[in-house]
T-cell receptor, first 117, second 113 residues
């Protein structure tokens, strides 16, 4: 149980284009999902908290117009990197929290490696 | 906000020895402390977690201890095996913050034969 998928696993795009990444909880409902960015050999940096049916909460320094998040259902959150530039190249990982009043556990997706040329 | 520090950044042990990774946190309101293992290019995998109402938790070769007074928690791996080689991250979160996790900087564990 508690499986999270992410698609695509890898994407290469040209500078200026937009890229959408999907995060799905396969066997549980997730009112809350999280989007992280991870640079090589570095820790996970929280970008935003995705809330089902409401606006995402962005961390300080993360541009909400640059990284659009939509959480339209209890099993799907999407991150769209708009007008991507080479500096947006990174490993993006989502996580989903099991829906329960006291449940804290986050389960991670396999990540999406984005390369912007 | 919460700040989590993790040491050491790299750790090399011989197979069969024990490994200990330590983390400290700053916010006394934090009450949930998971540990994740991440292999190269893979997703972080939850290996053990502890809540602030207990001081120790064990799962086979892995154990976690928590000292709320000192605000630190540690991961202990006994009888290490080559497949334990990975990067380990500690994290902390506080109830009521939508479970936002603040991660430590990671420890690269290398288990040598």
């Amino acid at each position: 149980g508690a499986v999270v998928s992410q698609h695509p696993s890898r994407v290469i795009c040209k500078s200026g284009t937009s890229v959408k990444i999907e995060c799905r909880s396969l066997d549980f409902q997730a009112t809350t999902m999280f989007w992280y960015r991870q640079f090589p050999k570095k820790s996970l940096m929280l970008m935003a908290t995705s809330n089902e049916g409401s606006k995402a909460t962005y961390e300080q320094g993360v541009e909400k117009d640059k990284f659009l998040i939509n959480h339209a259902s209890l099993t799907l959150s999407t991150l769209t990197v708009t007008s991507a530039h080479p500096e947006d190249s990174s490993f993006y990982i989502c996580s989903a929290r099991l829906w329960a009043p006291t449940q804290e556990t986050q389960y991670f997706g396999p990540g999406t490696r984005l390369l912007v040329l | 906000g919460e700040n989590v520090e993790q040491h050491p950044s790299t750790l090399s042990v011989q197979e069969g020895d024990s490994a200990v990774i330590k983390c400290t946190y700053s916010d006394s309101a934090s009450n949930y402390f998971p540990w994740y293992k991440q292999e190269l290019g893979k997703r972080p995998q939850l290996i053990i977690d502890i809540r602030s109402n207990v001081g120790e938790k064990k799962d086979q070769r892995i154990a976690v201890t928590l000292n709320k007074t000192a605000k630190h928690f540690s991961l202990h791996i006994t009888e290490t095996q080559p497949e334990d080689s990975a990067v380990y991250f500690c994290a902390a979160s506080m109830a009521g913050t939508a479970s936002k996790l603040t991660f430590g900087t990671g420890t690269r564990l290398q288990v040598t034969l």
